[in-house]
């Protein structure tokens, strides 16, 4: 039986985050998260949204996936918020994935930014990726 493709998608990002060592050091360690623990310590980076549609073509299946991720800084202005949202382009875009029994076509960043929170405590940055995948 298949896996869900974005579920495949997620983990296969995540992993891929925590496992760059120029992430963990900006972030303090592998604080990648699907769901965050309680009260994490900033900076962290949180799935925020993954979008799937259909995406099929010439009679194959294929899902097409917009994805969102939190990044969270507790530091004032935005420069942390946007050296991290920076390294997270660098490790994705166009990066060779292998989600769970499904094949990236195309993993493109499409905008990053960050904005102060209403909280007034935090920046938070986001990156949108694009993916698009099949099934093997």
Known sequence: MPTNPALAL????????????????????PHVYDEPPPN???????????????????GGRGAE????????????GRTEAQTIVGAIDDRLDDADLQPDGHRIVNLRTLFWTALPDPDGKRTRGL?????VTEPL
């Open 10 to 29: 997620q983990r296969a990002v995540v992993a891929h985050l925590r496992a760059d060592p120029n992430l963990q050091l900006m972030l303090g360690g």
């Open 40 to 58: 994490p310590r900033a900076p962290y980076v949180t799935v925020a949204q993954i979008e799937t549609r259909d995406w099929s073509a010439g």
């Open 65 to 76: 996936h917009l994805m969102t991720l939190d990044v969270w800084s507790r530091k004032p």
């Open 127 to 131: 990156v949108r990726l694009r993916a």
